[in-house]
């Protein structure tokens, strides 16, 4: 059991159980309403906006534009609110995600401090049975995860990880009254996003900051720089336009208003000199690995902006032996999730920022003052761990919900997630994902993904509903073929490639099974085929108006 509430267990029978209370959880909840739907929303943490809740560690903010990264289905909330940077700051999007609970009054359906700990399909009534720490256990028709695709954080297993005297954080779990990190001794663990956001910014208060490094990662600039009230009101006057544009993009991002995506570059690496290379990397710099179209198809093509990349990266760091450790030497360019960062090479010219790397000197014990490695050991005040997530399907195997015939889908799933559109899977009926595995979720900006699967989740409703339907579940044949599809549109891309290890593969978690997870074939794409099946009366799926016979 979680903290508890001290209030009265909840026993009642809903439409639909939400669970969840980020972006998509609010969403959804407010589009249920909408048409009616008695709704219920659980939400482990004791405030609203998931990701934004969660990662409150300096320097935390959204690597997509913020005036892209918001909603659009309230005019009204666009032109209400105003962004003050072009990549607002965690603070700034936790306000937004408060602002829209108020706004939309969505609060007096949504239960804080409270985790789903079990999810169970009665065939005999047609309704998921929900269970939470607090004691809670609810029936509704329809049940909605909107759990995140990474919101379990992973710690390793380092011998001796709670024999550490100072203070052990976890970026995703940054407590809310911060952690005084002046004048302290800091290790950060890791280097992905989470890390690379957050060193610069903890190198300006600690007296000596080591990053401990397995993989370097690939990282641009920002840019980032205040929003002026000019700009503001010219985005608001063009907010339309803009969302049309996001929603009709593989990305769901335009990249007008500051980003660096206008339009797909057109011209190869390989047409270039050596000199003609040279001369880009001059003018581009690190960007000189986004503007060629075949860098993220052609393995010898990325092989080239990998080494112009490393070049540069050496122009910046002044030290030889940090720049070796930080450069990306075996892996593909955008492999990986592109991280964007803000001064974080830079920051290794400071005397006392430092790295090791993990590859050369591993860690082999967390000790009572610090970090032990093959060499030596290291003596700390505070110990970061950025260390990642157990990404798009942690959350849903943690809560393991119990389909049909008392299948769990750990079972189900046990040799990686399978799926219809990465909205429903087999065995599960009246259960949906938002941006789940199967789904473009984490490639595309996750705002405009989750209104799609919202929207979609509240139409397929709304139809049920008018026709009096009472289950919904995909066909086998529709699953294996989606299944299909989404691997076959993965082949041959850098994201599978053998040397690529990312959480997109699930190979950051010990013992998970190696899939590419999301649908990489474009948002447009995507919302068009959901849509066809929509519009086809739910292609794929079987709906019924009564119980599943045994
Ligand atoms: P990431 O991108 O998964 O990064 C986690 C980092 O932690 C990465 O550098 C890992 O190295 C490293 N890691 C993980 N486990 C260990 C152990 N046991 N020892 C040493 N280093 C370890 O998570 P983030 O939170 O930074 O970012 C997640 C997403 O949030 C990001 O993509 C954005 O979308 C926002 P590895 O590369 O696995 O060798």
């Known amino acids: 059991m979680g903290a508890t509430t001290n209030r009265p267990a909840l026993t009642g029978e809903y439409d639909v159980v939400v669970v969840g209370a980020g972006a998509a959880g609010m969403y959804m909840l407010h589009r249920l309403r909408g048409i009616g739907l008695?709704?219920?929303?659980?939400?482990?943490?004791?405030?609203?906006?998931?990701?934004?809740?969660?990662?409150?560690?300096?320097?935390?903010?959204?690597?997509?534009?913020?005036?892209?990264?918001?909603?659009?289905?309230?005019?009204?909330?666009?032109?209400?609110?105003?962004?003050?940077?072009?990549?607002?700051?965690?603070?700034?999007?936790?306000?937004?995600?408060?602002?829209?609970?108020?706004?939309?009054?969505?609060?007096?359906d949504i239960v804080l401090s409270t985790r789903v700990t079990s999810a169970a399909w009665d065939e005999s009534s047609d309704t998921w049975r929900v269970e939470t720490d607090q004691g809670d256990s609810i029936s509704a028709r329809f049940c909605v995860m909107a759990t995140g695709c990474l919101s379990v954080p992973l710690r390793p297993d380092y011998p001796g990880i709670d024999d550490f005297k100072g203070v052990s954080v976890q970026t995703s779990l940054w407590p809310k009254e911060g952690v005084d990190l002046n004048g302290k001794r800091v290790a950060v663990i890791g280097t992905g996003s989470s890390a690379i956001q957050a060193i610069p910014e903890i190198a300006k208060v600690a007296s000596q900051l080591i990053v401990f490094q397995r993989t370097p990662a690939y990282t641009w600039p920002a840019q980032n720089r205040p929003i002026t009230p000019e700009e503001m009101a010219e985005i608001k006057a063009h907010y339309d336009e803009l969302r049309e544009r996001q929603r009709n993009s593989p990305l769901g991002i335009v990249g007008r208003f500051g980003g660096a995506l206008l339009e797909p570059p057109t011209q190869n690496i390989l047409d270039l000199t050596e000199e003609e290379r040279l001369a880009a990397l001059e003018e581009y710099g690190f960007g000189v690995t986004r503007i060629f179209a075949d860098v993220p198809t052609n393995m010898e093509a990325n092989e080239i902006a990998r080494k112009l990349y490393g070049m540069h990266l050496r122009k910046i760091v002044k030290d030889p032996r940090k720049a070796e450790a930080l450069t990306p030497t075996d892996y593909p360019l955008g492999c990986k999730r592109p991280v964007i960062d803000s001064g974080y090479f830079e920051t290794f010219n400071l005397p006392h920022v430092d790295i090791v790397n993990l590859r050369k000197e591993p860690i082999v014990a967390i000790t009572e003052r610090g970090i032990r490695t093959s060499e030596k050991e290291y003596e700390f005040d505070v110990i970061v761990y950025a260390t990642g997530f157990d990404a798009m399907t942690g959350a849903l195997l943690n809560i393991n919900p119990r389909g049909r015939r008392g299948r769990t889908l750990q079972q189900k799933w046990a040799n990686g997630p399978r799926n219809y559109l990465g909205l429903m899977t087999v065995g599960f009926p009246n259960m949906f994902t938002i941006t789940g595995p199967g789904s473009p979720s984490v490639l595309s900006n996750m705002l405009v993904s989750i209104e799609q699967h919202v929207d979609w989740i509240t139409d397929c409703l709304a139809y049920m509903t008018s026709k009096g339907l009472a289950t919904i579940e995909p066909t086998q044949e529709a699953e294996d073929a989606w299944v299909e599809e989404v691997n076959?549109?993965?082949?041959?891309?850098?994201?599978?490639?053998?040397?690529?290890?990312?959480?997109?593969?699930?190979?950051?978690?010990?013992?998970?099974?190696?899939?590419?997870?999301?649908?990489?074939?474009?948002?447009?794409?995507?919302?068009?085929?959901?849509?066809?099946?929509?519009?086809?009366?739910?292609?794929?799926?079987?709906?019924?108006?009564?119980?599943?016979?045994?």
């Open 38 to 108: 008695r709704t219920i929303v659980f939400e482990a943490a004791d405030g609203v906006g998931g990701t934004w809740y969660w990662n409150r560690y300096p320097g935390a903010r959204c690597d997509v534009t913020s005036v892209e990264y918001s909603f659009s289905f309230s005019k009204e909330l666009e032109q209400e609110w105003n962004w003050s940077e072009l990549m607002a700051s965690q603070p700034e999007i936790e306000a937004y995600m408060n602002y829209v609970a108020d706004k939309f009054d969505l609060r007096r």
């Open 488 to 550: 076959n549109v993965a082949q041959g891309t850098m994201y599978v490639a053998p040397s690529c290890n990312s959480w997109y593969l699930g190979v950051n978690v010990p013992g998970k099974v190696r899939q590419f997870m999301p649908y990489i074939g474009g948002l447009d794409r995507y919302r068009q085929r959901c849509d066809e099946v929509a519009a086809n009366g739910y292609e794929g799926f079987e709906l019924r108006g009564s119980p599943v016979p045994a």
